[in-house]
């Protein structure tokens, strides 16, 4: 069974920092890449950044050089680092990932909520 569960939000204030974590279970063996998401109260989800399995990485303009994205291939296990945080990123963060023979199918974790607050 696969699945995805989030841990690391929080409450923190303007400037600070926080460590988003994904950990997969049930298709690892198989990696196709992990992504994050956000939404925050009353707007639509948007992506944040994706990681492949070749490592590459990418960002949404909101966030770049202040996430950054890696994988513990042996925890199983994405984290998001998030610096230079403000109130603007306050949001449900989830991961979602491709699993399957063909990354064709979709996973998502329940989220973890990230409040930006003094």
């Known amino acids: 069974q696969v699945q995805l569960v989030e841990s690391g939000g929080g409450l923190v204030q303007p400037g600070g920092s926080l460590v988003l974590s994904c950990k997969g279970s049930?298709?690892?063996?198989?990696?196709?890449?992990m992504d994050w998401y956000r939404q925050a109260a009353g707007k639509q989800r948007e992506w944040v950044s994706s990681?492949?399995?070749?490592?590459?990485?990418s960002y949404a303009d909101s966030v770049k050089g202040r996430f950054f994205i890696s994988e513990d291939r042996a925890a199983d296990t994405w984290n998001l680092q998030m610096n230079s945080l403000n109130p603007e990123d306050t949001a449900m963060y989830s991961c979602?990932?491709?699993?399957?023979?063909?990354?064709?199918?979709?996973?998502w974790g329940q989220g973890t909520l990230v409040t930006v607050s003094s």
């Open positions: 049930g298709f690892t063996s198989n990696r196709c890449g």
């Open positions: 979602k990932t491709h699993y399957g023979p063909y990354c064709t199918l979709d996973a």
């Open positions: 990681t492949t399995t070749d490592g590459s990485t």
